[in-house]
RNA sequence: GCCGGAUUAGCUCAGUGGUAGAGCGGCUCACUCGUAAUGAGCAGGUCGUGGGUUCGACUCCCACUUCCGGCUCCA
């Protein structure tokens, strides 16, 4: 049996060696074609190429055909180290080559690897041959456009992205996920289940959240402040426009303008939209004298911001272009700043559990090389006290030097979702640059006036990627805590609809998310809607019920079962949605 | 913003230089029904917007909008 590792590292062989057997199969197919890169990725491998025309996702499957034909020659990878000479004489036509030899470090092995005709320069490891490579377990998936290394003042290139497995089988089963993955698409679930739309003639990047998303976010607003107040925060309210000084003060004007809308102009003065609420939290600070006694404070607000994304990044609720971000800012002293770290962090990942997140892994980022403000001694106090937050949560997490911003280290926390695909949502910055900008001070035990620690964190992230994630994770089927509607009642016949109606208004009047189905439409199809509609409990009335005032409960995951009474099957959902079901 | 693709009925999509189609959904009627689609009929589109070419444009060309897949950036 393969170990994990071992399957890992030679699935990376064969994707990589399908990059380059993909790479020999476009040049010979587009004459003219310049090659740039070709790694390996998490799922498959892609290859950067400058062609002589633009390329059709129709050329794919000729792509793969010559491909095919590659495979079957049962080519050995050889490699082979040259010097540096060689290698340029050998890509004289391959000026992407040409950069990569000439940014190689002096001293640094140059080696190539050739399947036949076709040579590389590539550090490996390859598999021996292409007999090694499944001529059935690869696919071509999709065509992008990519800058060169990543920058967008490069040149723009062609990347054919593929994925390659060991087996055919394997292949089927990642083609399948992906099937499952465009089924969960918030976008089409958003449109499906009736949650949410944007509008283009009014405004890409911003949502509309229909009454079943608005009541998810409703549901999800209102367990945010029960559990705020319940860990020592104060909820407040701040505008969503303020005056230049404000944002000159702050630095946004400075070093956040291109994410900013133009300001408008009232009464002769610029206001702008906030892109953050930070500023405005500051100044509920400032305006009263605050002792350590106060401290530390903790105010959380639900703050809608608008950021300019260029155009091409809008992406359904995962990137727009207004927001809600569930944010915070913590004063502090700085002999408070560990507990108040481990604080944040504990009860972000206990909002992560309540909404079926078990998966969460940590990001540690520190201080930049250059340009970061605020004292060393501060530096090394916060990031130590993330370092050991993390460490007392036992939270796998990666070290990111040097990524933290200008004004601070940082934690991100990243959650795997029910398809195992990881999303960036908590974020818990320090700030030393506004407190130092809003010269923020409290009076200290001694009588000295000190600058506090100020925490930015923002646990959901916003509301709108955040229910963008949950939609997926779901897959549109919420638990009963969160589902929009909780029981559709069933009429068998348009003679039960009257009792139909009573049912829901007596559930409604017991808290419960009802709706009767009352359309013209048979029982039959009422159900296959409700199923469609993802709804957790369908009550099946007719004659029986209506006599005996009992119900006939099915569930969406097709169980029956019957409760004795409205009230007792009020009670059995309460008692569930309690248990954050 | 950049590269490529797309933009046709509420949704999913077909069509192609000569008067615009299907399925689902909607509405109406009939059926009066017991755990995933009853049947029939009707309505619905200045073919994303603005220009141009043409006797004639949904179809060809240009610009723009928005969307999709990426790049870059990020909550």
């Known amino acids: 049996m393969e170990k994990p590792e071992e399957r890992t590292e030679r699935l990376h062989k064969i994707r990589h060696s399908t990059a380059h057997v993909m790479a020999e199969a476009v040049r010979e197919l587009f004459p003219g074609t310049r090659i740039a890169i070709g790694p390996a990725i998490e799922e498959g491998f892609y290859y950067d190429f400058q062609l002589p025309q633009p390329l059709k996702t129709e050329d794919l499957p000729r792509i793969e055909e010559r491909m095919k034909g590659i495979i079957a020659e ?84 062609t990347r054919i992205y593929g994925t390659a497995w060991q087996s055919p089988r394997e292949l089927a089963d990642y083609l399948r996920k992906l099937e499952e993955i465009e089924k969960r698409d918030h976008r089409r679930l958003g449109r499906e289940l009736d949650l949410f739309s944007t509008h283009e003639e009014a405004g890409a990047g911003l949502i509309y959240w229909h009454p079943k998303g608005a009541r998810i976010r409703a549901i999800v607003e209102e367990y945010w402040r029960r559990k705020h107040f319940a860990n020592g925060y104060e909820v407040v309210n701040t505008p969503h426009i303020g005056k230049s000084w404000l944002w000159e003060t702050s630095g946004h004007l400075g070093f956040y303008a291109q994410n900013m809308y133009a300001p408008l102009s009232i009464d002769k003065a610029d206001y702008y939209l906030k892109p953050m609420n930070c500023p405005f939290h500051i100044l509920i600070y400032k305006s009263a004298v605050r002792s350590y006694r106060d401290l530390p404070l903790r105010w959380a607000e639900l703050g809608t911001v608008y950021r300019y994304e260029r155009s091409g990044v809008l992406h359904g609720l ?8 569930d944010d915070a800012h913590i004063f502090c002293t700085p002999e408070q700043i560990e507990e108040e770290i481990l604080g944040v962090l504990r009860f972000s990942l206990d909002i992560w559990k309540d909404f079926g997140f078990k998966d969460v892994r940590a990001y540690l980022a520190t201080q930049p090389a250059s340009g970061a403000v605020g004292e060393p001694a501060r530096w090394a106090q916060a990031t ?9 949560e036992k939270l796998e997490y990666t070290l990111d030097e040097g990524g933290g911003a200008f004004y601070g280290p940082k934690i991100d926390l990243k959650i795997k979702d029910s398809l195992g695909r990881e999303w960036q949502m908590t974020t818990i910055q320090f700030d030393f640059n506004m407190s130092e900008r809003f010269q923020m001070t409290f009076a200290a035990s001694d009588g000295s006036l000190q600058r506090p620690y100020m925490v930015h964190r923002a646990l959901l992230g916003s509301l709108e990627r955040f229910f963008g994630v949950l939609v997926e994770h779901y897959g549109g089927a919420f638990p009963l805590w969160l589902a929009p509607v ?13 009792h139909a109606k009573a049912v829901v208004a007596a ?40 006599t005996a005032g009992t119900l006939s409960v099915r569930s969406r995951s097709g169980e029956q079962f019957a409760a004795e009474s409205v009230a007792k099957f009020a009670a059995m959902v309460h008692d569930r949605v309690k248990k954050l079901e």
């Open 74 to 157: 049962e080519r050995p990878f050889q490699k082979r180290v040259v010097g540096r000479e060689e290698a340029r004489e050998l890509f004289r036509e391959e000026p992407y080559k040409l950069e990569l030899i000439r940014d190689l470090p002096e001293g640094e092995e140059i080696s190539l690897y050739s399947q036949g005709g076709f040579t590389d320069l590539c550090r490996g490891p390859h598999v021996a041959s292409t007999r090694e490579l499944p001529a059935d377990a690869f696919k071509l998936l999709s065509i992008a456009g990519a800058y060169w290394r990543g920058d967008e003042h490069n040149q723009m290139l």
């Open 486 to 498: 909780q029981v559709t009642a069933i009429p068998v016949a348009p003679a039960f609809n009257e």
């Open 384 to 392: 130590e006290s993330l370092r050991k937050a993390i460490e007392k």
């Open 507 to 546: 559930l409604k009047a017991l808290d419960l998310r009802a709706e009767a189905d009352l359309s013209e439409q048979r029982m039959n199809a009422k159900i296959r809607a409700a199923q469609e509609q993802k709804v957790p409990y369908m009550l099946i009335l007719g004659e029986k019920e209506k």
């Open 318 to 325: 995962l990137r727009v272009r207004g927001f809600t971000q």
